[in-house]
């Protein structure tokens, strides 16, 4: 105590006085709350339940505001809407049967592509194959790879991968022609470019869930694997993926998700032509790039149309989001052994 | 038993590159090395086109002036510049708030009930929410009620996809508040309301702030759900002394869109050089909350 500055001492000696002369009187610095204090409690409280509340009506208003203004559209196009080939504003033919196929098809490709990197990537970066400060700066380049707009994307698309695609477009249509996949020449946009571009979107997803999983491996399972003599491939591909699977599939649904919903890349690279094909060369449509190139000048009657297209891309993205959550939910949830 | 002993053949325990195993894996681990690079090809193709092309371009006459119509040459972006910064500014005056609101609510007045746990799921499915549905619900909420494309209406569609990130975001920073703190603030007599406000809020602040910069980030190059919303315009959002705020109004990334599918050069440069700008945005808010969000101490 003695070496305490005299002007600490002074404050310690004041605040004791204080202290002790409240004391005296019943009261202390804690004290019970006051009327005020639980009516800015109740307040609050009942706030944040409304901050709640305001999330699951978001939900609900997406079921209930698309639901609602497609059901006319609904009356009017009737199933034929799903299964019809043919979309023609002005006969009022609306099918959206090859917008569906497109989309399918070009998050699959995607799915593939992007998926194998994605994984690669996240067992790259969490396997300790790089120092630390590699595998950080690694990790940073995906994470800027979706930070970049997918606007940007498809301009980079239009003027860089669609030049770069083309000509091995051409020659594997010429050589592999027979091929269903090859079966039409590249003449710009289409469905190769654009899940090209898909893919590098979708993996920066793929691998942050995909390493979220991995982590949790428990060391000495890998240990293990090492110490029966197990290569380092061989433990990852047989011991610690295996183990990490739950996952890292809830990482390809959440990715594949990602895909179906993803419009400018697709809007912009796809071609947007009504056309039901196999071959990954030709220019196709989408859902979300239906969407984005006919809302704009869409009449009433043609909106209501437009409300049930949303209305089935709502359905199928809800369906696959929802089983990747439930699948993130289970993998996290599982006790590892 | 010392004969059983000696049975025992001791295995080589010397490393064999040659072996088959031994090459399988070599093999593998430059696959991955290869795809890894791979992947980064893209992001660097992206940043020295954005440079080459959209740096030639990128002057004070591209920050403030209008857009160019059809053969005009010149011109610039300002219009949709402001248009993107005050759209996500009312995207983000919405989302903050309901998102740190349900946050606290997910974090700590109800993490564990039914209604926390269904939010939960919902929040995070939400994140999964194609962005041009977010436009749809938007335009039927706002554009179709009010009669026109506006502003309000982008920035509704816009803090639709920002709610989610800053739930999620601020949820696990409001979790990383350590107990004790808790414990000694209830100890001290606090409402719940108190320890909320006092405590928690402000000791998770960085993360929170990561949060929602990074639903900012990504609100700034969102169009899908712009598209018709806010639709675009090639005049000033306040001009000749009014404020267009109920009008069509102009977004960079809705620029972009348009402009990168005209047959005019000039508005091809104005494209990549509205990318580079959103792209610089962008990434300068992702580095920047990067660093806010880093652990102290």
């Known amino acids: 105590m003695s070496s305490v500055p005299a002007h600490g001492a002074d404050r310690v000696r004041v605040l004791s006085m204080n202290g002790g002369l409240e004391f005296d009187r019943g009261t202390s610095v804690s004290q019970p709350p006051s009327t005020f204090d639980l009516f800015v409690d109740r307040g609050f409280r009942a706030l944040s339940h409304v901050g709640v509340m305001l999330v699951l009506l978001i939900i609900a208003l997406l079921l209930w505001e698309i639901g609602g203004k497609a059901l006319p559209g609904m009356q009017r196009a009737g199933l034929g809407f799903i299964t019809g080939t043919t979309w023609d504003v002005g006969r009022e033919q609306y099918g959206i049967l090859p917008a569906i196929w497109g989309t399918m098809y070009s998050s699959l490709l995607a799915l593939l592509i992007g998926g194998v990197a994605g994984i690669t990537m996240a067992v790259f970066l969490t396997q300790d194959f790089l120092a630390p400060r590699v595998a950080a700066m690694f990790r940073t380049i995906v994470e800027l790879l979706a930070a970049i707009p997918s606007v940007v994307y498809g301009l980079w698309g239009i003027f860089v991968v669609i030049p770069f695609v083309r000509p091995i477009a051409e020659t594997l249509h010429d050589e592999f022609g027979w091929i269903p996949f090859f079966s039409t020449s590249l003449s710009g946009p289409g469905l190769l470019p654009a899940s090209l571009v898909l893919a590098i979107m979708i993996l920066p997803t793929v691998a942050a869930v995909s390493q979220d999983a991995l982590r949790a491996v428990p060391f000495r399972i890998k240990q293990a694997a090492y110490g029966l003599g197990a290569t380092r491939w061989e433990a990852i591909l047989r011991v610690i993926v295996p183990t990490a699977s739950t996952g890292i599939f809830g990482a390809l649904v959440l990715g594949f998700g990602r895909a179906l919903g993803e419009t400018m890349a697709l809007a912009m690279l796809v071609g947007n032509s009504n056309q039901i094909t196999l071959s990954m060369f030709s220019p196709a449509n989408t859902l979300a790039a239906l969407l984005a190139l006919n809302f704009p000048e869409a009449g009433p009657r043609e909106v209501e149309i437009l409300m049930y297209g949303a209305m089935v891309l709502m359905a199928i993205t809800l369906i696959v989001n929802v089983i990747g959550s439930w699948i993130m939910l289970v993998a996290n949830r599982e006790p590892r052994r | ?297």
């Open chain 2, 1 to 297: 038993m010392s004969g059983a002993t000696a049975d025992v053949s001791i295995p080589s325990l010397q490393r064999a590159p040659l072996e088959r195993r031994a090459l399988v894996s070599n093999f593998l681990t430059g696959l991955a090395w290869l795809v890894a690079l791979l992947a980064a090809v893209p992001l660097f193709s992206v940043l020295y086109m954005l440079i080459v092309r959209g740096g030639s371009r990128l002057n004070l006459e591209a920050l403030t002036a209008l857009p160019p119509a059809g053969f005009e040459m010149g011109g610039g972006f300002g219009n949709a510049l402001v248009g993107t910064v005050v759209m996500v500014g009312i995207g983000a005056a919405i989302a903050v708030p309901v998102g740190i609101l349900a946050a606290v609510f997910l974090a700590e007045l109800g993490s564990n009930s039914t209604l926390g746990n269904v939010a939960r799921f919902a929040t995070k499915t939400l994140t999964g929410l194609p962005s041009i549905l977010a436009g749809v619900l938007a335009y039927a909420l706002v554009v179709l009620v009010t009669g026109s494309y506006s502003a309000p209406a982008g920035g509704v569609a816009l803090s639709l996809l920002m709610v989610p990130t800053v739930i999620l975001t601020a949820e696990e920073a409001i979790k990383m508040v350590p107990k004790i703190m808790k414990d000694a603030a209830y100890g001290m007599g606090c409402t719940r309301t108190q320890v909320i406000l006092k405590v928690l809020l402000p000791t998770a602040l960085p993360g929170i702030i990561t949060g929602v910069m990074l639903a900012v980030a990504r609100a700034a190059g969102e169009t899908a759900p712009l598209l018709f919303t806010a639709l675009s315009s090639s005049y000033w959002l306040y001009q000749d002394g009014h404020l267009a705020l109920m009008q069509p109004t102009a977004s960079l990334a809705v620029l972009i869109y348009n402009f990168s599918g005209m047959p005019f050069d000039n508005q091809i440069e104005l494209a990549w050089a509205a990318s580079l700008v959103l792209v610089l945005i962008v990434l300068v808010i992702n580095v920047v909350s990067r660093f806010l969000g880093r652990p102290k101490i």
